[in-house]
């Protein structure tokens, strides 16, 4: 078992770094930050937002008047640009996906010890309205006796490109009053279920501080189809037989976070799965295939724990078919054309289409 940490800690370099933070914010961007009285100034308390960029993450630093321990990702490594910032700063990592039961006992140390605890319930980025708050929240809730305070960040979606480009976008990190701790009831429902509800009220109360116009950025609801072609130069096309379990193929293109995760974070060779290119070599899909199943005998649960239990776990098998498919089009001297669409509902009932279309060339 590791040593844990007292905390808080860092105190005179976070203090310094938060000092230079809050200057370049307030530079590159229009900040309004409201309710931070509601944060306790002493003891125990955990900070709980909504995710969809960064940047919230030094919001949570910067601006409530804490030293703040931060909760950070252990599975993937950061961006060039925060590496090296947020090592120096430090924080607690932790393998998503999986029960990190290390950063949750270091984690729960920092309660214990009255310091302040920074954590994000839906734990990443990659889909914003959609992804089931985490119960770890209530679980750190209720082991260190904290109460939950919950943030609303709003105007955080492409902040950062919108920053870099000296456009001073308006982010608003609105601060509500704090829920009281988690207390398990031996005569309630079952332990799990009453950490569900409590998490899910936690993300309730944080939706509820946005912005209006915050609900209609990302859909409420997706339907997604999914349709496999063949086609040789002077020839007409054939239509294939759907794959079992297509549609979430599209799920994974149409999301863009989780695949800059494995191109960009990741370093794998999966530019073939990013929309709107027209010709694709067959190599190169298949590499990117390979390379992506490769990476899930690693952790087989990057797609679960980002997708879902049911559309992550059909990743593998999707991939395994698709590759089979544009082997046997490369044989046969056949263009393998994929055609995905998605349906998107948003609160406000307004509907989108976005048609994804990959040509994988034979040659």
Do not use: C
């Not at 960040?153 to 870099?164: T, V």
Request: glycine share 8%; hydrophobic share 40%; net charge neutral.
């Amino acid at each position: 078992m590791r040593k844990l940490n007292k905390y808080p800690r860092y105190r005179i370099r976070r203090t310094i770094l938060n000092g230079i933070g809050k200057g370049l914010l307030s530079l590159l961007t229009d900040v309004n930050i409201e309710g931070v009285e509601n944060i306790p100034k002493t003891g125990p308390v955990i900070l709980a937002g909504n995710h969809v960029e960064s940047l919230e993450s030094a919001f949570q630093m910067f601006y409530t008047k804490r030293i703040v321990e931060p909760i950070g990702a252990g599975d993937i490594p950061f961006d060039k640009g925060l590496d090296k910032f947020v090592h120096l700063y430090g924080f607690i990592a932790i393998d998503r996906g999986t029960v990190d039961r290390a950063a949750l006992r270091e984690a729960q140390s920092v309660l214990e010890q009255g310091a302040a605890l920074g954590i994000f319930p839906k734990g990443g980025t990659w889909r914003p309205a959609k992804m089931p708050a985490q119960i770890g929240v209530a679980l750190l809730s209720e082991r260190g006796k904290s109460p939950v305070v919950p943030i609303g960040y709003s105007g955080f979606i492409g902040a950062i490109k919108a920053a870099l480009n000296f456009k001073r976008p308006k982010l608003t990190m609105r601060i509500g009053k704090p829920i009281p701790a988690l207390v398990i009831d031996p005569n309630g429902a079952p332990v799990k279920e009453q950490m569900q509800a409590y998490a899910d009220k936690v993300m309730d109360e944080v939706h509820a501080l946005l912005d209006e116009a915050e609900h209609n950025i990302m859909p409420e609801r997706e339907n997604f189809q999914f349709s496999i072609h063949r086609e040789k130069e002077g020839q007409k096309i054939q239509d294939l037989e759907p794959i079992q379990n297509g549609e979430a193929f599209v799920s994974l293109v149409n999301t863009k976070v989780i695949l800059d995760t494995l191109h960009t974070s990741l370093k794998l060779p999966t530019q073939p799965f990013y929309p709107g290119q027209e010709n694709i070599s067959a190599n190169s899909f298949i590499e990117a295939i390979n390379a992506t199943l490769a990476y899930l005998k690693e952790k087989p649960t990057f797609f679960t724990y980002r997708m879902g239990q049911e559309t992550g776990e059909q990743i593998h098998g999707v991939l395994e078919q698709l590759k089979q498919l544009v082997i046997e089009s490369k044989e046969l001297g056949q263009d393998l054309i994929l055609n995905g669409y998605v349906e998107s509902f948003y609160l406000n009932g307004e509907e989108r289409q976005t048609h994804h279309i990959f040509r994988i060339l034979a040659d």
